[in-house]
């Protein structure tokens, strides 16, 4: 598998290869600030198979509800997130914001997170895991 995907001014370009490890929805009040609605979209990936091919990014490190570091990249120019590193979590993955896709047709998220501060209007699908809050990724880094 390979796809393509930029930031919302175009200037920052990336591909990424191999299958994603997870997609799912979170419901942290942080995702929901960033995403400006009431969830974010975050897919894991393997570093390897993730490549910058036009721009550069910013950072930043934020503070999750979890209370652990997060490395934010950025756009720059129009300031879409592109991926995010939970440090000291596994340095060999990254969480892709998979919105920044070029092609989100076959995006299905597996699980809803942080449920716990979700909006009063969603209801989970029952075709995802739930969970409360942060659940253990290092069961699906494993891959």
């Known amino acids: ?30 995702c929901q600030k960033q995403a400006g609605s009431g969830f ?17 990014l910013k950072q930043f490190i934020r503070i999750a509800d ?28 990254i969480v892709l914001k998979p919105g920044t896709l070029d092609d989100t047709s076959n995006l299905k998220p597996s699980a809803d997170i942080w449920l716990k ?5 969603f209801v989970p699908p029952e075709d995802t895991e739930h969970f409360d809050g942060q659940p253990n990724f290092k069961e699906f880094l494993t891959v």
Request: charged share 25%; with cysteine.
């Open 117 to 121: 501060s979700k909006q009063a209007w």
């Open 66 to 93: 979890s209370g652990g570091k997060i490395e934010c990249f950025f756009c720059g120019d129009c300031g879409v997130r592109i991926y995010t590193k939970p440090l000291g979590l596994n340095p060999e993955h």
């Open 1 to 30: 598998m390979e796809k393509q995907g930029s930031c919302q001014c175009g200037k920052v370009k990336y591909q990424i290869c191999g299958e994603p490890i997870i997609l799912y929805r979170c419901h942290c009040t942080e």
């Open 40 to 56: 974010g979209m975050s897919m894991w990936v393997k570093n390897k198979d993730f490549k910058i091919t036009e721009g550069a």
